[in-house]
């Protein structure tokens, strides 16, 4: 095929990691772009473009309308409604790359129902995807790929998980999570009362030094909200936090960076990298002020010995930090947009979806970077869609549901039953 839009006419369908919609268009629009049911004047027929687009929406079983601008979503709905594109061009074969990325476990089940039907209907999936557990559970046969060559194939049935781990990195990844135990301080974030509705009432927490606070929940259930009010991204109408225990009023995001709070976003190409810049100046891009001589020119030999430090010490893998972040893998965009933020010298970095699209070995150098950066002191909020992360990483998970608090586990009542059960409450 010449291009993608052939391959969709002779019944092959993708639903792509990074998405691919116009965000200003609407939900229906997408899904049926080039594809508009028009009438023999060469007019679009909106009633059965929004009917269609629901009647696929019911079928998956989500909440999503058609006549509302894919932008006003999350990142989690933008995914399924990439998904339904996919289911409504009656593909053949449908390619899904990391399809899951963004999805809650409710959501990930649902889709998994969704894939069933298809492979009912005679419709072959190629399900690409870095969880394990999923590859496993849905797969009829399981390829692995490493450094761009196929190195081998296995059946779910009779392999393990390791197996396939050993294969795609070459090596045995014993411990995926580093082992707890780090020493937790004294309060650093009091949280009181934190509201704006109808996105999350009432929201009250504390982190402490060297934690590792989990924020757990369903898609949609407030997490992300909480975590961009805290770092001035989005208004809160009622509440107080306390850093210190000196009172925060930020009124962007540059506050928050100017106070020691970072955000590492879920969303790494929209709202994390300058993906057409070089890789050097994405990890200085939120602390261009410490490079700065007296007359606010940039010291460039300053940022390029800052540059590599960071590509080393978090194994970026790159010829060059000049190169484009555009030619860097999901995993070392990922380290890269982590060693942007630690380049802020944060003392809380709120990391949301910290291994979003990245593969296994990726995960488990950012884990350690994680746990290394709590160890010396950074209070760290992670929010995940991946209970065994959350489980595995935090000293205390506070599980949302519909915008409130409902559950603050440790130790061992930290099962993914119990965040389930508060998660879903």
Not at 82 to 108: G, N, Q, R
Not at 124 to 137: D, M, P
Not at 186 to 206: C, I, R, Y
Not at 379 to 397: A, H, K, N, Q, T
Request: hydrophobic share 40%; net charge neutral; proline share 4%.
């Amino acid at each position: 095929f010449a291009n993608p839009w052939q391959a969709k006419q002779h019944g092959i369908s993708i639903v792509y990691q990074e998405l691919s919609h116009a965000p200003n268009m609407k939900v229906a629009q997408n899904i049926y772009i080039r594809r508009e049911h028009a009438n023999r004047f060469g007019f679009i027929q909106w009633k059965k473009l929004y009917a269609d687009a629901e009647a696929i929406f019911q079928r998956m079983g989500v909440d999503i309308s058609p006549t509302r601008l894919v932008g006003e979503y999350s990142i989690a709905m933008q995914q399924l409604i990439e998904i339904a594109k996919a289911i409504s061009m009656d593909a053949k074969v449908i390619i899904m790359d990391e399809p899951t990325s963004a999805l809650s476990e409710s959501e990930v089940d649902r889709l998994y129902g969704i894939v069933r039907d298809l492979k009912a209907q005679g419709v072959a999936i190629v399900f690409i995807s870095h969880k394990l557990a999923e590859v496993f559970k849905i797969s009829d046969d399981i390829s692995v790929l490493r450094d761009g060559r196929m190195v081998g194939h296995v059946q779910p049935d009779t392999a393990t998980t390791q197996d396939v781990i050993q294969l795609m990195v070459g090596r045995q990844i014993e411990d995926m999570y580093p082992p707890k135990g780090r020493q937790v301080g004294d309060e650093v974030l009091v949280v009181e009362g934190l509201s704006n509705p109808p996105h999350f009432h009432d929201v009250s927490f504390t982190l402490r030094k060297g934690e590792i606070l989990g924020f757990a929940g369903l898609v949609g259930s407030g997490r992300t909200e909480v975590a961009r009010a805290i770092f001035g991204a989005d208004k809160r109408t009622a509440g107080t936090v306390r850093l210190n225990g000196e009172p925060l009023d930020l009124k962007s995001p540059y506050d928050a960076i100017s106070r020691g709070i970072s955000y590492l976003s879920e969303d790494r190409k929209t709202l994390g990298l300058f993906v057409k810049m070089p890789v050097r100046d994405n990890i200085v891009s939120a602390s261009l002020d410490r490079f700065a001589n007296r007359l606010w020119m940039l010291r460039h030999k300053a940022v390029r010995e800052h540059s590599r430090r960071y590509v080393q010490s978090i194994n970026i893998r790159t010829v060059s930090d000049e190169v484009a972040m555009l030619s860097l893998s999901g995993g070392n965009q990922q380290k890269s947009l982590l060693a942007k933020w630690l380049s802020t010298q944060p003392a809380v970095l709120i990391a949301d979806e910290p291994t979003r699209g990245v593969d296994v070995g990726a995960k488990s150098e950012i884990y350690k970077l994680l746990d290394e950066l709590a160890r010396q002191g950074t209070s760290i909020i992670m929010i995940s869609s991946e209970l065994p992360e959350v489980i595995g990483l935090s000293d205390r998970i506070v599980v949302f549901h519909e915008g409130r608090i409902t559950g603050i586990l440790e130790g061992p009542d930290a099962t993914q039953e119990a965040v389930m059960k508060y998660a879903t409450k």
